[in-house]
């Protein structure tokens, strides 16, 4: 069965750094993977996608991620932190092709201070 | 884009009566929907898959006879807690995966019920 890891409970970082969440995953075969944002009492909102193809993904509100298979990776990050960016982020794996089940980490809640 | 509606956003009621949230995909069809469970500060924990016209997928330890999936549709998808108790308070949020189209393999959610129980 996959398995999602999220090292970091809780990140703290100020307005305008950069920013790099951490994801790691385990599965046999090639994943899909997910990051998604909740901001407090909503729903889940799709930031990016891995399928195939190019490793670096480009989100929505400036954000990237890199699929490294050979460290079982799939990062966040962005370059430049907006107060609007706190929230919780969840990385998220899939089976490959089909209406499969998805497996959540256990979220990053991000912080930002002026 | 693909919107997935929830109804009602929020709940109370008391301990021992029955709550049926709605989970609706608003412009597309959805043949398989799920339900997660998030409890204050955790995961998304998924509940069951739901099919349509076909009986619900539980996940191991989630009560069938307590979490009532109907998929009635290929646009809706209904969860009753049966005699609700406050151990069942939580956020509920389903998630539909278009049966065709560019969203096919990606799930679109909805904005969660907040289900609290007295």
Redesign the interface.
């Given at each position: 069965a996959q398995s999602v890891t999220q090292p970091d409970i809780h990140i703290t970082v100020s307005e305008g750094a950069s920013l790099e969440l951490r994801c790691n995953y385990s599965y046999g075969a090639t994943p899909y993977l997910f990051w998604y944002v909740q901001s407090p009492g909503q729903g889940l909102q799709l930031l990016l996608k891995y399928f195939s193809g190019d490793t670096l993904v480009q989100g929505i509100k400036g954000f990237e991620a890199e699929f490294k298979r050979s460290q079982s990776s799939f990062n966040l990050r962005k370059p430049s932190v907006h107060w609007s960016d706190a929230a919780e982020y969840f990385c998220a794996v899939g089976l490959s092709g089909g209406y499969q089940k998805v497996t959540f980490g256990i979220g990053t809640k991000l912080q930002v201070i002026p | 884009g693909a919107v997935?509606s929830?109804h009602p956003s929020w709940v109370i009621c008391k301990s021992g009566t029955s709550v049926k949230i709605e989970c609706r995909s608003l412009d597309f069809q959805a043949?398989?929907m799920?339900w997660y469970r998030q409890f204050p500060?955790?995961?998304?924990m998924?509940m069951a898959?739901s099919n349509e016209g076909s009986k619900a997928t539980y996940e191991q330890g989630v009560e069938k006879d307590k979490f009532l999936i109907n998929h009635a549709s290929l646009t809706l998808s209904t969860l009753t807690v049966t005699s609700a108790h406050p151990e069942d308070s939580s956020?509920y949020?389903c998630?539909a995966?278009p049966t065709s189209g560019t969203g096919v393999?990606?799930?679109?959610?909805?904005?969660?019920t907040?289900l609290t129980v007295l």
């Open positions: - | 997935v929830q043949t398989t799920f500060k955790q995961s998304l998924l898959t956020f949020i998630s995966y393999n990606e799930q679109f959610f909805g904005p969660g907040r």
